[in-house]
């Protein structure tokens, strides 16, 4: 078995909120729907098996979760490749005025595989690594050296609790201190500056200059724009 070295300290232990503010997601149009598989407590940490990170081209994704198990349907190898899941979580992007709740990657360029634990020398584990590592789109396991590196429990549980979410993330596309106009309100057209944001109520304090006099104004994300 060989395999590509990837840093497995580019994944582990990194929140994925702070991975998604190294890296800002470009989705594609045939990439915004991402299904997934819906795991018991069993299922995701059952004896025997292993989960692995494998690296795919930026934007496929969700092509590569579905020739792998298009591979794994054909070979009939569902006793050694179980579950594909490209890691997401529900997010609030405000744009045009308008609030609607798409599909965030956690990890742009990943895909997470359970898989029997892949082992130098036993055939069954070169079987399954060949048959992923072979798939179009997929660069390489996470490894170290030639040896890919399974998650602990504890990634892997960290990661899908972050998709299990039940209030999806606001994003929102002005910082502390920019300056923004209000455009609805008793203060619409006035300018002030951002002074906190509250991404889970989704409000912003503005500074505001009223009769010379700094003011702060709480207002709904959809009241406000970046000039």
């Known amino acids: 078995m060989s395999s590509e070295p990837l840093p497995i300290t580019a994944l582990s232990g990194v929140h994925p909120e702070e991975k998604a503010a190294k890296r800002p997601v470009r989705r594609r149009k045939d990439e915004d729907t991402l299904e997934q598989e819906h795991l018991t407590e069993e299922e995701i940490s059952a004896a025997g098996r292993k989960w692995y990170f494998v690296h795919t081209y930026s934007g496929h994704e969700n ?3 579905h020739a792998i198990k298009a591979t794994v349907e054909q070979m009939d190898a569902k006793n050694k490749v179980f579950h594909v899941v490209v890691p997401t979580e529900d997010e609030i992007e405000i744009r045009d005025g308008q ?3 798409v599909k965030r990657k956690l990890y742009p360029g990943y895909v997470l595989v359970q898989t029997i634990e892949l082992k130098e020398g036993d055939p069954d584990s070169d079987e399954a690594w060949h048959m992923i590592r072979n ?9 170290s050296g030639t040896r890919p590196v399974p998650l602990s429990m504890d990634e892997v549980n960290h990661i899908l609790r972050a998709m299990r979410m039940e209030q999806p993330r606001v994003r929102v596309s002005f910082i502390p201190g920019q300056s923004i106009r209000i455009v609805d309100g008793p203060f619409e057209d006035f300018v002030g500056t951002v002074d906190e944001i509250n991404t ?3 409000r912003v304090k503005v500074i505001v200059n009223m009769f010379g006099r700094e003011t702060p104004v709480e207002l709904d994300f959809l009241q406000v724009e970046r000039l």
């Open 200 to 202: 889970e109520k989704g």
């Open 63 to 65: 092509k590569v979760r």
């Open 99 to 101: 609030r609607r709740t």
């Open 135 to 143: 798939t179009t789109g997929v660069t390489g396991f996470v490894s």
